[in-house]
């Protein structure tokens, strides 16, 4: 006697239509056979009317059905829980854009997906292209998918999700696929809900995506034990900007990038999360875009290259304005690898523009480039504390001089290619304006150009250091002021990059203002060439007012120090030697 009644098979066979149903049994009239007949329904071309899938054997090794040719869901179709269903070499099931698939198993009857034989890639998988809030898998195992693709041969995934595919996935199981465990292969792809999901010995990552996806995999599913530890982002075709607002959760694996991705939307990256970077990948975060990555002491957010080698990415690139831009309790490594716009500044993160980006308490390391590149006039860094620059190929922080007020005393900027605060400088935007302090660091601030204007009102704070690059100068010119008064212990000094005397230009003051002050100051190898096309060389030369006491000049290229007719200087207690022209020149 059949385990199944004749009424239920034509029940299934009817309610299939034009699906392909056959039920074979085991022969059991031979004799001593007391045991019911084995039974499997057999599936194949296109499910087209409402159909439920119901559960033939009590057995969990037996299998319910057999796919032998690959199977077209057009209607809706529901499994049963302890339902086995198995999959002929390379044939597959797709539920197309008018069909669902409802497959809720129970935690202790969990619905099986396999192939016929146990082997890796033996079958194409489950394609979803239906939009339907009908397609779940809720406590199910699907193995052994991924022998060629759907939307392309190398697609290999046991779930695929193409168009605007939809699926809620929960506790379930995706394992032995000869590709991805889940692919989705659209950036309309939608997973509804996603969560404790399990993906393991797949052979090549637990699941391939757009990083428009990214934001529904979550925390508590398992995606280690793959060919490649990675959720691998699908970069086939144009990529379209990520827009809206996300969130990426932190996962037992990076997120991968792999190319240059546009943040147009809100990207929000909870502590822990991970993201890996290929070769020459890189994100920007455009004007309308913003990135927060705010991790905690205990469990920080890593932005790495996919190799752990100096310049391996491009890095980040922000124009973005917005005050969402954070990195906090971070680690950004391996950038730099290239410029993004010809220019090829290379950099782990790039502000540019009026950008803004609040970094804090965040490593940043192992650029091909430097750290930090603060190339916009008008970028800001606000709230910049605390932060780490180590092993970058030059220096660990590139900023134009109306940056050097953001940088701070407990940020560590020592240990790159170059130890110091390297400058960016153009003609057009030589000036400084407003009202800045300038902290001690541990390197030195590098002076760049021949005619750094302060229009502002500048004050230096004990321990202050420059170096200044051949040829540079420091003019402090009308309404503005320069106010550096040092220590005994610690004082303000700028000197030559090299210690050679007539090195660099030196510093002029033009400016008027009470408040010009050098105190507890020294200054070398300046008076290499004049600054109005003169040819009067001196560390200070001073075309307005200036008191320096307790200051030590040496090393000029003419004199310690020159004052212009009509200008007026307040000295005492000064150290002037080894200069070129006399120590003190005062012009008539």
């Known amino acids: 006697m059949l385990k199944i009644t004749s009424r239920l098979i034509l029940l299934l066979v009817t309610t299939m239509l034009t699906a392909c149903l056959s039920i074979e049994s085991e022969d059991s009239s031979k004799k001593g056979n007391t045991k019911p007949a084995s039974t499997i329904a057999t599936l194949s071309g296109t499910i087209s009317r409402d159909t439920v899938l119901k559960n033939i054997h009590t057995d969990s090794t037996k299998p319910d059905y057999l796919v032998s040719k690959s199977l077209v869901i057009r209607a809706k179709v529901t499994i049963e829980p302890g339902v086995i269903i198995e999959v002929e070499q390379n044939q597959g099931i797709a539920i197309e854009t008018n069909g669902s698939l409802n497959a809720v198993g129970e935690e202790n009857l969990p619905i099986h997906f396999r192939g016929k034989d146990n082997l890796e890639g033996h079958w194409r998988g489950l394609h979803f292209q239906s939009n339907s809030a009908g397609n779940i898998l809720s406590h199910v195992h699907i193995r052994n998918g991924g022998s060629s693709g759907f939307v392309g041969g190398a697609h290999k995934a046991n779930i695929t999700l193409s168009g605007s595919g939809r699926l809620k996935m929960e506790n379930s199981v995706s394992s032995q696929s000869g590709g991805a465990g889940l692919w989705i292969s659209s950036s309309n792809a939608t997973l509804a809900e996603f969560k404790a999901n399990k993906f393991f010995d797949n052979a090549t990552s637990p699941v391939r995506a757009h990083i428009q996806a990214y934001q529904f995999l979550d925390t508590?599913?398992?995606?280690?034990?793959?060919?490649?530890?990675?959720?691998?982002?699908?970069?086939?075709?144009?990529?379209?900007?990520?827009?809206?607002?996300?969130?990426?959760?932190?996962?037992?694996?990076?997120?991968?990038?792999?190319?240059?991705?546009?943040?147009?939307?809100?990207?929000?990256?909870?502590?822990?999360?991970?993201?890996?970077?290929?070769?020459?990948?890189?994100?920007?975060?455009?004007?309308?875009?913003?990135?927060?990555?705010?991790?905690?002491?205990?469990?920080?957010?890593?932005?790495?290259?996919?190799?752990d080698l100096e310049g391996y990415w491009k890095g980040f690139k922000i124009t973005s304005n917005s005050v969402k831009n954070r990195l906090k309790h971070a680690v950004l490594s391996n950038g730099g690898q290239g410029g993004f716009d010809g220019n090829n500044h290379k950099a782990n993160l790039i502000v540019q523009g009026n950008s803004r980006v609040e970094i804090s308490n965040t490593v940043i390391k192992k650029s091909g480039g430097v750290g930090l590149f603060a190339e916009g006039i008008d970028a800001e860094l606000p709230g910049f504390s605390r932060n780490s620059f180590k092993d970058n190929a030059e220096a660990g922080a590139k900023v134009r001089m109306r940056h050097f007020h953001f940088l701070d005393s407990q940020s560590d900027f020592t240990g790159n290619g170059k130890d110091y605060i390297d400058m960016q400088y153009d003609f057009a935007s030589r000036a400084i304006s407003g009202t800045h302090e300038w902290s001690p660091l541990n390197v030195p601030y590098r002076l760049v150009g021949q005619d750094n204007q302060?229009?502002?009102?500048?004050?230096?704070?004990?321990?202050?250091?420059?170096?200044?690059?051949?040829?540079?100068?420091?003019?402090?010119?009308?309404?503005?002021?320069?106010?550096?008064?040092?220590?005994?212990?610690?004082?303000?000094?700028?000197?030559?990059?090299?210690?050679?005397?007539?090195?660099?230009?030196?510093i002029r003051f033009t400016s008027t203002s009470s408040l010009n002050l050098l105190e507890h100051f020294a200054i070398s190898d300046g008076g290499g060439k004049g600054f109005d096309g003169a040819n009067r060389k001196a560390n200070i030369e001073i075309a307005g007012s200036l008191a320096i006491s307790k200051a030590t000049l040496k090393n000029s290229g003419g004199a310690g120090i020159r004052v212009l007719a009509g200008a007026d200087l307040t000295q005492s207690a000064l150290t002037i030697t080894g200069n070129m022209e006399d120590d003190l020149i005062e012009l008539p």
């Open 220 to 307: 508590l599913s398992k995606f280690a034990g793959n060919g490649l530890d990675l959720i691998q982002n699908d970069d086939v075709g144009t990529l379209a900007p990520l827009t809206g607002a996300h969130t990426w959760a932190a996962l037992d694996v990076p997120y991968g990038i792999s190319k240059i991705h546009r943040i147009h939307g809100d990207l929000t990256l909870a502590p822990g999360v991970k993201v890996a970077f290929s070769e020459a990948a890189g994100m920007l975060v455009e004007n309308s875009g913003s990135l927060t990555a705010v991790g905690t002491e205990s469990d920080s957010i890593e932005f790495s290259g996919r190799e």
């Open 454 to 506: 302060v229009k502002g009102s500048i004050t230096l704070k004990p321990g202050v250091r420059f170096v200044a690059a051949q040829d540079a100068g420091l003019e402090i010119v009308t309404d503005g002021s320069f106010r550096a008064v040092g220590a005994e212990d610690s004082l303000i000094v700028f000197e030559g990059e090299e210690n050679l005397r007539g090195y660099w230009k030196g």
